[in-house]
């Protein structure tokens, strides 16, 4: 497992690492997108929709799209 980019992404804050899983594929994916401040863990199947993915945690992480619902109601 090899860690690809570690960035912090406009939309939450939070940083998200792209990780190259390489031959420990175990069928979900071998590129996989991980919120840092979070724990969550998204497995994609080619390296392109995990930069996809990476810079839009909202998307694919239940924390950070919480706590966006939850600024939302508080505004
Ligand atoms: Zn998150």
């Given at each position: 497992m090899k860690v690809i980019q570690t960035r912090k992404t406009h939309q939450t804050g939070t940083v998200v690492d792209l990780v190259d899983r390489g031959s420990n594929d175990d069928g979900g994916g071998r590129w996989?997108?991980?919120?840092?401040?979070?724990?969550?863990?998204c497995s994609h199947e080619t390296r392109a929709l995990a930069v996809r993915f990476a810079p839009s945690p909202l998307d694919w992480c239940e924390v950070c799209m919480d706590i966006n619902e939850q600024v939302k109601e508080s505004e």
């Open positions: 996989e997108t991980i919120c840092v401040d979070h724990g969550t863990v």
